[in-house]
């Protein structure tokens, strides 16, 4: 048998509280998500000001995050890379977004789940998103 570990809704909240209050502290809203070791959603927090579409991509964020267990950014890179890359569609996973701002958290190796922040340039998400990785680990 095995056992599959997964974010509790209380590390959910950890992370969102983590991203949102670091959110607030730039005076900008963003969509944040935290997702189980599936990339399913667990929890969702559109701030004020996020713009409707970045619902949707923070969700792909932490999925992709989730289920490849990597930074979404990575995957990106990964099939943007001119010698080696790829089409998305090859994943046969509509799903997906390759931007920055997904990341998966790992405990002993294992990916219980993954956070994700949109609405923000990439690199303030990807900045944010960590934050909720950390706080969702406990740290």
């Given at each position: 048998?095995?056992?599959?570990?997964?974010?509790?809704?209380?590390?959910?909240?950890?992370?969102?509280e983590?991203?949102?209050?670091e959110?607030?502290?730039?005076?900008k809203?963003g969509v944040?998500?935290?997702?189980?070791?599936?990339?399913?959603?667990?929890?969702?927090?559109?701030?004020?000001?996020?713009?409707?579409?970045?619902?949707?991509?923070?969700?792909?964020?932490?999925?992709?995050?989730?289920?490849?267990?990597?930074?979404?950014?990575?995957?990106?890179?990964?099939?943007?890379?001119?010698?080696?890359?790829?089409?998305?569609?090859?994943?046969?996973?509509?799903?997906?977004?390759?931007?920055?701002?997904?990341?998966?958290?790992?405990?002993?190796?294992?990916?219980?789940?993954?956070?994700?922040?949109?609405?923000?340039?990439?690199?303030?998400?990807?900045?944010?998103?960590?934050?909720?990785?950390q706080?969702?680990l406990?740290?």
């Amino acid at each position: 048998m095995r056992q599959l570990l997964t974010l509790s809704h209380q590390d959910a909240q950890n992370a969102l509280e983590a991203m949102r209050a670091e959110c607030d502290k730039r005076g900008k809203g963003g969509v944040l998500v935290v997702a189980d070791a599936h990339g399913e959603l667990i929890a969702l927090l559109r701030m004020d000001g996020a713009p409707f579409s970045s619902i949707n991509i923070a969700m792909g964020k932490a999925y992709t995050a989730a289920r490849e267990r990597k930074p979404s950014r990575e995957v990106g890179e990964k099939s943007r890379d001119p010698e080696r890359g790829f089409p998305m569609t090859n994943f046969g996973e509509l799903r997906y977004v390759t931007w920055g701002g997904g990341l998966p958290v790992f405990v002993e190796g294992q990916v219980i789940g993954a956070v994700a922040v949109s609405g923000l340039p990439e690199q303030e998400d990807m900045e944010i998103a960590e934050l909720g990785r950390q706080a969702a680990l406990g740290f």
